[in-house]
């Protein structure tokens, strides 16, 4: 559970550049399931709580028009630092970058749309702040509908994450309501990623089935199918004595 409130100021430096700082309040809990990877690994950030976040960068901004884009770019450079308000000591940050695209096909009937977008966070970072991002606007997972599509939400975790997503936006239909245009499309899209620096706490690998064994003192036991078939054994009996060779066998009486 993760509720926060977000709170960006944009100041234009020109037509098209502009500056910003933006600050998120954010409170957390997290409750583990037993036999979870989260409650094996018990990374940082299991304890919750509050976090004030604070962001600075800048823009360039040539997006028409800016809300369901036909043309232009976006592209924006920033960075963010999170302290612990329970450790001074305890404080996270990092660069973020991303740039998107626009391009107007078929006589403005589509639009073809991309986006790649980076951060990598330095400090001590709690697990679920992996999955967010920093910049101008919350974008939320790595994995999930913002992100990496058909992924689940969180499914990988990592100081240093990046994306690319493309997508064909078809033109449906446009009507006028309450003074503004609404705009229906249907959109393909691809979305791929990865994320690096996460060490032993990366998402768990499938485990591996080891071949088991079977040791006497210095003595491997072999299964039978792996036993030379000329082998020859003896079994030897005090009083009855057995005799086991090449197939034929003998009893002879005691006394």
Known sequence: VQPFAHLMLRYDLGDVLGAFVATTIQWTRVRTYSGSLLEEQAPLGLDGGWSIQGSLGFMWDTREPELVPDTGIFAEISGRIVPSLSDPTEVFGGPFGSVRGYVPVKRGKAVLAWRIMGEWLFGEIPFYEMV???GSEPI???GGF?????AKFGRWRAPAKAVA???LRLELGRHKALKSEL?????????VGGVWGAGEDATAEAPVEEEAQE???DDTVAPAEDQPEDSETSVEAVDGAADERTGESSIEPGG
Not at 146 to 150: A, L, M, P, V, Y
Not at 183 to 191: A, E, Y
């Open 132 to 134: 967010r991002w920093g």
């Open 140 to 142: 939320m997972g790595f």
């Open 146 to 150: 913002q992100t990496i599509r058909g």
């Open 165 to 167: 997503n493309l997508e």
């Open 183 to 191: 705009r229906w499309q249907m959109v393909v899209f691809g979305d």
């Open 215 to 217: 040791d006497v003192g």
